[in-house]
């Protein structure tokens, strides 16, 4: 079992930044990426960025490449999320999640999911 705790998530104007934290206990040899995924009022849950056991491979949805950055600190058990020039559009509550190698940034590959943590941006 695994679980997750979000943190980091606030309200900022549009050009701003965030930095958001998934710290995770428990282990699952299972498991081979931890992913970011955002959900807006109404819409389905997005995968934003995904990073595997190791580092060795990183995904970007392009609709957030060259504005967030996914890195993780092994020795805290810690994913991050850097997020920059934000904008309304990235207004939304924000998952980790943690999953198999058969889809980093599918919804419904994710074996565990932390609670979410909001991120609301202002124009």
């Known amino acids: 079992q695994v679980q997750l705790v979000e943190s980091g998530g606030g309200s900022v104007q549009a050009g701003g930044s965030l930095l958001l934290s998934c710290a995770a206990s428990g282990n699952d040899d299972s498991i081979y990426c931890m992913t970011w995924f955002r959900q807006a009022p109404g819409k389905e849950r997005e995968g934003v960025a995904a990073?595997?056991?190791?580092?060795?491979?990183?995904f970007y949805a392009g609709s957030v490449k060259g504005r967030f950055t996914i890195s993780q600190d092994d020795a805290k058990n810690t994913v991050y999320l850097q997020m920059n020039t934000l904008n309304p559009e990235d207004t939304a509550m924000y998952y980790c999640?943690?999953?198999?190698?058969?889809?980093?940034?599918?919804?419904?590959?994710?074996?565990?999911w932390g609670q979410g943590t909001q991120v609301t941006v202002s124009s």
């Open positions: 999640a943690a999953g198999r190698a058969t889809g980093c940034m599918n919804a419904s590959a994710q074996k565990y």
């Open positions: 990073i595997s056991r190791g580092g060795g491979a990183i």
